[in-house]
């Protein structure tokens, strides 16, 4: 059996960071088995899908780098193929029509409320109380159709929905790749819609008969949908079908324990991207969102291909930790080639105007001894600043301290030394530096304060040498003789 998986969002909204690390663990586990991983776009919902979702999660996919191995399949093109499956059945008798209306079943709700409500009511006796909520409980229960053994209809032109015929009696049982062994009562499960009275088939369906049709083998979604697996496997039996293996995964709590939001960090996948995360980044911290392999925090996607497995994934919410994501990511910066890194970070660099030739060559001299200056791309194009500003350099308050009447005149004479070096380089600058202090019984510490300032101006910087070799003679010299007049 060749492995199948499929990630099947419904755009209805962007691609989140529990769809992602769902897509992930398809194409893991695709890939792991030599198989198949594909992707569905649930557009069944049409007053709520749209063209900008759909492709927000296409372009989410494409930067995570999980690349389905055949187009993307539209699922309301096959409502045809749907409805086929919905009659099928019927002359199967798995399925039959029903001409039970929507306000009928309405006020068959309501009704339960009603009287779930009044068994509440004071001075009525036990066994009042205890009919009542029987009653309440019959009406509310997991819906069986009255035509569910057939029937004439009311009228000739009467409407009707398809409903499955749900399993009688006993109990259903699902073996989890993560959740083990789950059983519920046949009667937990309703006679649901397989097509609306207009025709048009339900989520339930259209699921069901896609994966089949897609050659599915293995479904590994979130657990929220834990209870429709109950509801879809008597549809894959009323077919004759094979049913696949089902796998649900933990949800993703906030690091607080409460169900994850907003402030927890339950972004778009893309605005991770905008806010300077890495597609390899963003990925290795998602695998150990709720997976583990002993004790190793980081995996190149080849490592992961290898060693993923379902038996490594746990049964407890996993906890999003963004300090964690900054940690991890910086690893991966860290690790980046040069020549992507710079093209990564260019965005963030050019603040709405193209990098100059100079300043470009100053940050690309630089870029292989700075990865650690940031865990996202937007702090380390803030670490590159000092190599952006543009002459004169505003002062920040330390800056302009550093910079008294005592500190210009030890820069001037250092400029001098410095406009004298034969040939720019890191090496021959700290050497002057050294020789120069030296010559003037000045310490680093009292040269380097006011050197800095008038380098960059007060922003955060590494070490003097390096800096001026990146700025580059003319530069450094520039904002040297801005300062000393």
């Not at 199948?4 to 755009?11: G, I, K, N, Q, Y």
């Not at 159709?145 to 749900?166: H, I, N």
């Not at 038996?311 to 910066?333: M, Q, Y």
């Not at 860290?334 to 890194?341: F, G, P, Q, S």
């Amino acid at each position: 059996m060749r492995v199948v998986t499929r990630f099947a969002p419904s755009p209805t909204g962007m691609l989140h960071i529990g769809g992602a690390r769902t897509a992930l663990f398809n194409y893991l586990f695709a890939k792991k088995h030599g198989g198949k991983f594909l992707l569905r776009i649930e557009d069944t919902d049409r007053e709520r899908s749209t063209p900008e979702a759909t492709a927000a999660i296409l372009d989410a996919m494409e930067w995570l780098g999980l690349t389905p191995d055949e187009p993307p399949l539209m699922q309301f093109s096959r409502a045809g193929r749907h409805a086929e499956v919905a009659h099928e059945m019927i002359s199967r008798g798995t399925a039959f029509r029903c001409y039970v209306t929507s306000e009928e079943l309405q006020a068959r709700r309501d009704l339960g409320e009603e009287k779930r409500l009044a068994a509440r009511t004071e001075g009525i006796s036990e066994a009042e109380k205890a009919a009542l909520l029987a009653e309440a409980s019959a009406l509310l229960a997991p819906f069986r159709s009255p035509w569910r053994d057939g029937g004439s209809p009311p009228a000739a032109d009467t409407p009707y929905t398809v409903r499955l015929r749900a399993p009688d009696g006993g109990e259903q049982t699902v073996e989890d790749g993560v959740q083990g062994a789950v059983t519920i009562q046949s009667s937990e499960i309703d006679d649901l819609v397989l097509l609306r009275a207009d025709g048009t088939p339900t989520y339930m369906l259209a699921v069901v008969v896609d994966d089949h049709d897609m050659g599915v083998t293995h479904v590994i979604r979130g657990d929220d949908h834990l209870r429709n697996t109950f509801r879809q496997i008597p549809i894959y039996t009323a077919m004759g079908w094979d049913v696949p293996h089902f796998s649900h995964l933990p949800m993703i709590h906030g690091n607080d324990g409460a169900k994850l939001s907003k402030r927890h960090g339950a972004l778009s996948t893309t605005v991770y991207r905008d806010l300077g995360y890495l597609p390899e980044g963003l990925k290795a911290y998602l695998l150990r969102l709720g997976w583990s392999h002993g004790d190793q925090e980081i995996f190149t996607e080849e490592e992961a291909i290898r060693l993923f497995d379902l038996s490594g994934i746990n049964k407890a919410p996993a906890r999003l930790d963004l300090e964690k994501l900054g940690t991890v990511n910086a690893h991966f910066i860290r690790e980046c080639v040069n020549d992507r890194l710079f093209a990564l970070l260019t965005p963030f660099l050019e603040d709405g105007a193209p990098l100059s030739p100079e300043v470009r060559a100053r940050i690309l001299a630089a870029l292989p001894h700075m990865k650690d200056r940031g865990a996202t791309l937007v702090e380390l194009a803030e670490a590159f600043r000092f190599l952006r500003v543009k002459r004169p350099l505003e002062l920040a308050k330390n800056a302009r301290k550093a910079l008294s009447d005592e500190g210009i005149s030890r820069l001037r004479g250092l400029a001098q030394q410095l406009r004298d070096i034969p040939s720019w380089s890191g090496a021959s600058i700290s050497e002057t530096i050294a020789t120069y202090c030296a010559a003037t019984g000045l310490s680093m510490g009292q040269i380097g304060p006011p050197l800095r300032a008038a380098l960059t101006g007060g922003l955060p910087a590494p070490d003097l040498a390096p800096v001026m070799d990146w700025l580059g003679r003319d530069e450094t010299l520039g904002r040297i003789e801005d300062q000393i007049g």
